[in-house]
């Protein structure tokens, strides 16, 4: 049969409120994480990076919060723009492997002004 | 910090044709990667590069793949017979000093025919 590409899930936000974009990985010896952003057409984008002995990690405008209890960690956008309009991928990196990156599935946030 | 250049942008080719991908970091990096990206759906790890040497493959990566680092600058992936299923954005990522963050390329979309 033909494959189909997933279904993103998508978060609608209004110019200048705050996002929320949550990611669940999937392995407990994950020791790094990364958020990326990809524009239509373009390759993912370093946004932040956070390593498994922190929770909480600020960068300009964006914040990760990484809880290991349940496996989950989440982006924060404060402020958010027409220009943060892409989809953001989670991706882990399994301890003690060669660096390979696991991606999640992304999630589309659009920003209505 | 610069990310990779990756050549060409957009390649078409006939199934059953060999292609190669091109990287070219922007300066000495030891770290490299592949990833491919079939249209609207996640980022999926090929192989990690390190000291000229492959340091982990995935199950996608199979005999009909190679890399190499011809000149010591340029990184290459090679398909030998492209099928249908190959089409998709090619992504080069290349490690800094530690082997954590992982900065893309722009990509090379590949369309098998």
């Known amino acids: 049969g033909e494959s189909v590409g997933l279904h993103l899930p998508t978060l609608s936000v209004q110019e200048g409120d705050n996002s929320i974009i949550n990611c669940a990985y999937s392995?407990?010896?994950?020791?790094?994480f990364i958020w990326y952003k990809q524009e239509s057409g373009k390759g993912p984008q370093f946004i932040i990076d956070i390593r498994s002995n922190m929770d909480k990690r600020q960068g300009q405008r964006v914040t990760v919060l990484l809880n290991k209890t349940v496996k989950h960690l989440s982006l924060q956008i404060a402020a958010t723009q027409p220009g943060d309009s892409a989809v953001y991928f989670c991706?882990?990196?399994?301890?003690?492997?060669?660096?390979?990156?696991?991606f999640g599935a992304g999630t589309r946030l659009a920003v209505h002004p | 910090e610069p990310e990779v250049t990756q050549t060409p942008s957009h390649q078409v080719t006939q199934m059953g044709q060999e292609v190669i991908l091109r990287c070219v970091p922007i300066?000495?990096?030891?770290?490299f990667y592949w990833y491919r990206q079939i249209l609207g759906q996640k980022v999926e790890f090929l192989v990690s590069?390190?000291?000229?040497?492959?340091?982990?493959k995935s199950e996608i990566f199979d005999d009909q793949f190679s890399v190499e680092r011809p000149d010591g600058s340029n990184f290459t992936l090679k398909i030998r017979s492209t099928k249908l299923e190959d089409s998709a954005m090619y992504f080069c990522a290349r490690g800094t000093s530690g082997p954590n963050e992982q900065f893309f390329g722009p990509g090379t979309r590949l369309t098998v025919l």
């Open positions: 392995n407990s010896a994950s020791d790094y």
């Open positions: 590069f390190y000291n000229n040497e492959i340091s982990e």
């Open positions: 300066s000495n990096h030891l770290y």
């Open positions: 991706a882990e990196k399994i301890s003690g492997g060669y660096n390979k990156l696991i």
